[in-house]
């Protein structure tokens, strides 16, 4: 199971962190979003070992995905905020391994938490 927090409402520029604890052990974390009449999109992953990271291009070097293996906890720091950010994040975790080319697709994950949401105002 997973329990995701840290969404609000901020202004454009602003920032957020978004943290969900896994209840065991993965393999792969990481943050889906979805918009209104918008179908789900990937975000951001992290692997377990060895510790590898993906974005997404429109998040790149403005979000930060990390992991605190120790805690089964991921975060996802979320700085430059801008209006189309604004959808509900999901966390989602796999417990086994998947070849790279499959990690970004949301059907290869096992668990999902109940969703965040994240509102960036103009």
């Known amino acids: 199971q997973l329990q995701a927090s840290g969404g609000g409402l901020v202004q454009a520029g602003g920032s957020l962190r978004l943290s969900c604890v896994a209840s065991?052990?993965?393999?792969?974390m990481g943050w889906f979003r979805q918009a209104p009449g918008k179908e789900r999109e990937f975000v951001s992953i992290i692997t377990a070992t060895p510790r590898l990271t993906y974005y997404a291009d429109s998040v790149k070097g403005r979000f930060t995905i990390s992991r605190d293996s120790a805690n089964n906890t991921v975060y996802l720091q979320m700085n430059s905020l801008k209006p189309e950010d604004t959808a509900v994040y999901y966390c989602?975790?796999?417990?086994?391994?998947?070849?790279?080319?499959?990690?970004?697709?949301?059907?290869?994950?096992?668990?999902w938490g109940q969703g965040t949401q994240v509102t960036v105002s103009s």
């Open positions: 065991g052990r993965t393999y792969l």
């Open positions: 989602a975790a796999r417990s086994g391994r998947i070849i790279t080319s499959m990690q970004k697709r949301a059907e290869v994950y096992d668990y």
